[in-house]
């Protein structure tokens, strides 16, 4: 392990946060809001901090190669300390009474989990709400290329699959490959993001509203400028093109860009995606029908409009909400639960277990079943053509018991600290798959602002894992890792 | 006319003595002396001790001035240098050979042009693929080939005891069928002698019957004659060669439910990953407890294609007493041939024998449609060309003068293909599809005024 090529690298990204910062000072400035001081106090100190790691830990003999652990470490601690200094503008402008509120929020931003500790939205500054948002746009293009090029090459957690699976952009070394993988996805994310912020301002929305708004669809982050998130414009256009784009920000990158690049036929071909389809598509249905004979929405379309809407928030781990499920039937609300678990495509910047982990294991399951029929059988868990590795097969088990077992822990930890357990539970579901809103008192009308400071840093340490494939985050806690 | 053939293998032993019989100057490649003088002691052809790949035999033996050149050692890399090599001494020659390997068979385009300019690829695994298919499209059948492109059938049926058509003179088969349908009895076989028959012969409890129809109206026949019986799903492949891989690729759809049986783990893992629906079992196709554990009583056909005969033979007597509807067994040796159908194997097929019969169509162009044996090889079925001074134009077929033992099956007019009746009346220019015995085919010249050419 050489610190100074991870410090060296984490220099170089915090100066990169700092200059983003500029962005949502730029809103402050032409709102002249109370975030000016704030936002250029972090501007100064986030790169003042960056540029000085960046130029002490500078290799002086240019030997820029990376292993494996040195790429697990700048990972973990990279995402740590962007939240950190993302925490700045919400701490240098008085936002929360305490630093952990701080923290909580920046790295909620920067995981696009949602969840927030924010009382009243609308009070705070423009530029400060802006930034909030940027995190998830950040985020969102950190973890495009953390899953589709950085993971796949640390071979975490079975992301190895799409080094051979996926065609066209995955490098199999991490430099130089990397750098053309990730201008190449950045280039898709930002297309998305133009498109839908245009669609959103023919929508009625604002400049500001429709860029913010569009950084919690494209991440599927799910902070909101409005107290009643995206409810508070009251327009079915709005809602169905953020749908539409959700579910878009839910399927692997990569598939994008064999689209653009005029190969559609890629997307129908791809067995995550085409389990992603049918499952999303039978819930909103169910829940489509389940609602509309059980509350008072007018018409079956209006009914749609809003289960469609959920769904998709909730499938894709965005978070944004039109309407409190927690009254809905019962049907519905475990259905929704169910998502949680899901989450969106493997490749995507939704969080979740992802399908693709959950469809490989029902095979493996089912090859169980049908090894007790015939004992003597030989046979693979395929996806599409392709045979998955029995290695690759175990890092997903491996994962989806620590997924689950992080998922235990942690909502214990937090109903210990005198939340009840329904909401504890849901707040850590919400917090690992990277979700935002649960269940109970941290439901869509919620937020996680009353959770115990214990709590809210055990939820925290959940965002991390739930982002970062769990395994990145657990190896570098291991002893054996900082051994030489 | 002069042949090559490199290899006095099985497949080279027995295409030289049927080209040699037909007085063809046939020159065969070996390099080893024993199956050389295998060939010169019971064979009229010239032999030459060395390598097939080797120019200086080739040019000893004569490839400048040979016509046909046929490479069917059991070495695919052999048959492509000999090949490559004929092709640089004689350019226009014509070029078959024999290649079974897959990574070369899917490249086949690259063989057939450049600097080989093979005419022909022989892959006999692929063709017993084919006829295994073909036999489980009619599970009753004994035999069945294919002529005109697919559209004609002759297809062997041992007869039924309840079957209509026992005890029916042959005039009288369509009167009993229904005009609708043509058909010709091409052969029978009886106490296990091949019949040609003519219109006033019988048909008799126990015969097997060839019926010569056209392609669609198969099924409808067949359930006339009360032959045709439930299609084959449930299918079991012992053995995961070459064979069993590409048959089991074959059904490997919702049409069929097939496992495969092979006794190496890596093999089966191998077959695992590149098959989709097909059960792969990792076992042996003589293991009672791993056939009864797959249920193999209840299976409609068990096809075994391990490369060993003897193994292949048991683990289909086995599921046959274990309660299997069909089997089909594969063998190399020809002496087993005879064998088979006696100890209650209902079908066989042989790689070598199916290279045989393609390579002796190919190079016979034209002339004999198909080098179809039945029974073995006391019959062929063969193509002439109907010419106008022939005895046999403008008069209908039942006052032909046509030897005993000779049918007219089906015939092509223009792009029409018919079946006639005794009463059709033949044109001049139609393409006759004719079966005879082997002993017969001179008579035939005779009758058709027009010596049967082969080439």
């Known amino acids: ?484 | 006319m002069r042949v090559i053939i490199v290899g006095a293998g099985e497949v080279g032993f027995n295409v030289a003595r049927r080209l040699s019989g037909e007085n063809k100057d046939v020159v065969v490649i070996d390099m080893d002396p024993k199956a050389l003088s295998k060939v010169s002691d019971s064979l009229d052809v010239q032999t030459i001790q060395g390598s097939g790949s080797s120019p200086e035999i080739l040019e000893e033996a004569g490839v400048r001035e040979a016509d046909i050149f046929l490479a069917v050692t059991d070495k695919d890399e052999i048959n492509l240098i000999a090949t490559f090599l004929a092709n640089k001494l004689k350019s226009d020659i014509i070029k078959l050979a024999r290649i079974r390997k897959e990574d070369y068979t899917k490249f086949s385009d690259m063989f057939s042009e450049g600097d080989l300019k093979i005419d022909t690829i022989i892959n006999p695994d692929e063709e017993v693929v084919d006829s295994i298919l073909r036999i489980m499209s009619v599970p009753g059948s004994v035999e069945i080939n294919d002529f005109v492109g697919g559209k004609v059938r002759l297809i062997g049926v041992k007869l039924p005891a309840e079957s209509p058509l026992e005890g029916v003179q042959l005039m009288k088969v369509r009167e009993q069928l229904g005009e609708d349908i043509d058909v010709v009895i091409a052969a029978l076989v009886r106490d296990d002698q091949l019949i040609i028959p003519g219109g006033l012969d019988t048909i008799e409890r126990g015969d097997i019957v060839y019926f010569t129809c056209m392609r669609d109206q198969q099924n409808e026949l067949l359930k006339r004659a009360g032959i045709l019986s439930d299609p084959i799903k449930k299918v079991l492949i012992v053995g995961g060669g070459n064979v069993g891989s590409l048959l089991a690729r074959a059904l490997d759809n919702k049409k069929f439910h097939t496992r495969l049986i092979d006794s190496d783990a890596d093999r089966c893992a191998h077959l695992s990953e590149t098959l989709d629906r097909v059960i792969v079992l990792n076992g042996d196709g003589t293991d009672q407890d791993l056939l009864n554990e797959e249920n193999v009583g209840d299976l409609d056909m068990v096809i075994s294609v391990t490369g060993d005969e003897e193994m292949n033979i048991l683990s289909c007597l086995l599921a046959k007493n274990l309660g299997a509807r069909k089997t089909i067994t594969r063998i190399n040796k020809f002496a087993y041939i005879p064998l088979i159908q006696p100890i209650g194997i209902d079908h066989l097929v042989c790689p070598r024998l199916s290279a045989i019969n393609s390579i002796l169509h190919f190079v016979r162009q034209g002339k004999v449609i198909s080098a179809v044996s039945i029974k073995g090889e006391e019959a062929e079925a063969l193509e002439a060309i109907a010419q106008e001074k022939s005895d046999i134009v403008g008069k209908p077929i039942m006052e032909m003068n046509l030897p005993k033992g000779t049918l007219i099956l089906c015939f092509q007019r223009g792009d029409d293909v018919i079946i006639p009746t005794g009463l059709t009346v033949i044109e001049p220019n139609d393409r006759l599809l004719i079966i005879s015995t082997h002993k017969n085919i001179p008579k035939i010249e005779k009758a058709l005024t027009t010596k049967l050419e082969f080439y």
Not at chain 1, 393 to 411: E, Q
Request: charged share 15%.
């Open chain 1, 1 to 484: 392990m050489r610190w100074k090529i991870v410090l060296h690298t984490i220099g170089a990204l915090t100066l990169c946060v700092g200059l983003t910062m500029l962005f949502p000072l730029a809103f402050s400035l032409y709102y002249q809001d109370a975030g000016i001081m704030p936002l250029l106090k972090s501007f100064g100190f986030t790169c003042i901090s960056g540029i000085a790691m960046f130029l002490i830990f500078r290799d002086r003999e240019g030997n820029k190669g990376l292993s494996h652990r040195e790429g697990m470490a700048i990972v973990a601690l990279g995402w740590v300390i962007a939240g950190f200094f993302g925490s700045l503008p919400f701490y240098f402008g008085d936002i929360f009474t305490n630093y952990v509120d701080c923290f909580f929020e920046s790295l909620s931003g920067f995981t696009t989990t949602g969840a927030s500790v924010m009382m009243d939205i609308e009070k705070n500054a423009k530029g400060i709400l802006f930034w909030r948002s940027l995190t998830h746009w950040l985020g969102g293009m950190g973890i495009i290329v953390l899953s589709l090029a950085i993971l796949p090459f640390l071979g975490v957690g079975g992301m190895q699959l799409y080094k051979a699976e996926v065609p066209g952009p995955v490098p199999d070394k991490l430099k130089p490959r990397i750098k053309d993988t990730a201008m190449v996805l950045w280039k898709v994310y930002l297309l998305f993001s133009a498109i839908e912020a245009v669609l959103l301002m023919l929508g009625g929305m604002d400049f500001f509203d429709s860029l913010c708004h569009t950084f919690g669809t494209l991440a599927t982050g799910g902070f909101s400028t409005k107290n009643s998130s995206v409810a508070y414009f009251q327009s079915a256009y709005i809602d169905y093109v953020i749908t539409f784009f959700m579910l878009v920000a839910a399927v692997n990158f990569s598939l994008h860009y064999q689209m653009i690049k005029g190969r559609p036929l890629l997307l129908w071909k791809d067995p995550e995606f085409r389990f992603f389809g049918v499952i999303t598509l039978v819930i909103m249905v169910i829940i489509t029908v389940s609602v509309y004979s059980a509350t008072n929405y007018e018409s079956i379309e209006e009914s749609f409009r809003y289960t469609s809407f959920q769904v998709a928030s909730i499938i894709s781990t965005t978070g944004y909400a039109t309407a409190d499920y927690e009254i809905w039937p019962a049907v519905a609300q475990g259905l929704l639960l169910f998502c949680m678990f899901l989450g969106g495509c493997a490749g995507s910047t939704s969080g979740g277990m992802k399908h693709l982990r959950i469809m490989l294991l029902l095979k493996q399951a089912y090859q169980e079943v049908f090894r007790i029929i015939h004992p003597r059988s030989v046979n693979r868990v395929k996806l599409g053509k392709t045979v998955v590795k029995p290695k690759t097969m175990n890092d997903i088990l491996g994962f989806f018991v620590l997924w689950l077992a992080l998922f235990v822990i942690c909502g214990l930890v937090v109903s210990a600290t005198g939340v009840d357990v329904v909401s504890s539970f849901a707040a850590s579901l919400a917090c690992i798959g990277n979700i935002g809103p649960g269940i109970g008192s941290v439901g869509p009308t919620e937020n996680y602002a009353h959770i115990p400071e214990l709590g809210k840093w055990a939820l925290i340490f959940c965002m991390l894992l739930g982002r970062l494939e769990i395994y990145t985050v657990i190896v570098i806690c291991v002893p054996e890792f900082w051994r030489k």
